[in-house]
């Protein structure tokens, strides 16, 4: 039981993108958490999280959201997420998160978000 | 630490399954890396009894989180704790019973409660969710220590009807 | 009723898991409505230890035939045998292990085989299956009265270094 | 635990196509029994079993198929299976049966095999 969440991370103009895939619980919040970090340090313009890989999330991961949120708040960088899948689209209405964040439909749209 | 398969027998309450046993019983290690297996389980569980897809997601998400909740807060995030989790199917009018037991540490079930969401900040969605997805939720200590958590969850008038509708359909065309 | 879970101990035998508890029991009735939980289960457990897509699917069904056994010729059909199931992960070089129990009709070991394929009619594929599938299988009548099976998988060296990979990739562009 | 398997049943030209979608295991190879039963009733020219909807079908699945190719055989009428999922495919192929059937990749095509 060793199956850590892949995070890939690519680029586009000023953005950075990370797809993560897997489901995101307790056991694997703490890759997102340091993705994003990393991602960070780059000092990008636009960090965006494309969930479209991501069929499962539970607050440990809601929280990680909130909390690169609230970091890229502080540091100027706009946070966008794409790809929400019905399953996590419910766990973000029943915790009542989905107005907090910048949504859009595709990478390319949210380059422009 | 077999016991609490057994314990249930006289005290269950809700619905119509006094004294059964449960259909599935579980016990497992408080580890993080074994909650994806059990939500796979709830799942299709919660399926055969006729849960819509929306539904189901929520119920996998409650049971996630409140097993996340006793290797967090009942075993301190140590991965040898014992849980044991009890599934039953509900008749009349069809839904399910599901009850957690850990042997972590107790709290008083009074201090078990969702926060204010307007406040936003991360954590402290758990229960929030786990009340707002579930029929019934009731947190209580259990007297040789530890805690239990039952959780009931009814279909929903449609998902009653689809799930009706989906016998009589089988073969026709 | 109990005691499958507890008896284990001091009694297994194959990799690195001696007296180790598995990391998930399962205590469940004959009851074919529950194959498919238990089937959803081990998916997502075969995942977690790094099993491919491919394997996964296997497995599922090695333990589908395995249970369809218990149901069928152990409780010849009746709902309300027990039938329990251990799950443990191997480690060095991976793999899973996966023990049912119940306490249905015994028949010698020897009489559980797989048939001749050659000789297409309906039936008679589970055995066949379950063999092919795992990398062992090894029934024993259990002196209480029942069967016990016991079914270990290990990692393909693909798999195993798709496992070792999926770990150091992790956050890398 | 009621959810019986549903197969939707139709007719092009002279053939009858059935649909079962669903897991098919031990607690429901007999809706698929029943099916092929009453199809057979209507003395087709040709059986399309359509499994595009089946993402897993265990040895009871398959024995019907295989009870059902020789019913059909005994009654000269053709059967094709069409649509057969990855996992699905696996099971033929572990059980050798794949070279029994005829087997297409489109109803479309099902109708002229
Ligand atoms: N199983 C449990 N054992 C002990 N305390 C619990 C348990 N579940 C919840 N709690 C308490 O309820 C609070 C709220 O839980 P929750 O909403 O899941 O948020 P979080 O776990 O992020 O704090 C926890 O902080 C904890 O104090
Ligand atoms: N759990 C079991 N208990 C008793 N007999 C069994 C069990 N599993 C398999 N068998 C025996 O092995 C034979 C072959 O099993 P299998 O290949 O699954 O085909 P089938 O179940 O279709 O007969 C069965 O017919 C039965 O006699």
Chains 1, 4 share one sequence.
Not at chain 2, 19 to 46: H, K, V
Request: without cysteine; aromatic residues 6%; charged residues 25%.
């Amino acid at each position: 039981m060793n199956q850590e969440l892949v995070v890939e991370q690519s680029s586009i103009g000023d953005a950075i993108v990370l797809r993560p895939s897997g489901d995101i619980d307790m056991s694997r919040a703490s890759s997102i958490r340091k993705a994003v970090a990393e991602a960070m340090r780059a000092q990008p313009a636009r960090l965006i999280m494309d969930l479209s890989h991501v069929a499962y999330m539970d607050s440990s991961g809601l929280a990680t959201l909130v909390e690169a949120l609230q970091h890229a708040m502080r540091s100027k960088v706009k946070f966008i997420l794409v790809g929400i899948t019905p399953r996590v689209k419910s766990a973000f209405e029943i915790t009542k998160l989905t107005g907090l964040f910048t949504i859009a439909t595709t990478v390319e749209e949210a380059t422009k978000a | 630490m077999h016991r609490p398969f057994f314990r249930q027998r006289g005290r269950v309450r809700s619905g119509d399954f006094m004294e059964r046993e449960p259909e599935i019983s579980i016990r497992l290690f408080s580890d993080p890396q074994l909650l994806a297996p059990i939500r796979a389980l709830m799942d299709a569980f919660a399926k055969g009894v006729g849960f819509s897809e929306k539904t189901r997601g929520l119920l996998t998400l409650a049971l996630d989180e409140a097993l996340a909740n006793v290797i967090r807060h009942g075993y301190e995030e140590r991965k040898e704790g014992l849980i044991w989790i009890n599934f039953w199917r509900l008749r009349e009018p069809g839904g399910i019973r599901v009850v957690l037991e850990d042997l972590g540490r107790s709290v008083d079930p009074a201090l078990i409660q969702s926060r204010n969401l307007d406040d936003v900040r991360p954590g402290g969605l758990g229960v929030h969710i786990i009340k707002e997805t579930m029929s019934e939720s009731s947190w209580e200590s259990r007297p040789g220590g530890g805690m239990r958590l039952t959780l009931v969850k009814w279909l929903s008038e449609e998902e009653r009807q689809q799930s009706a509708q989906s016998q009589s359909e089988n073969t026709r065309p």
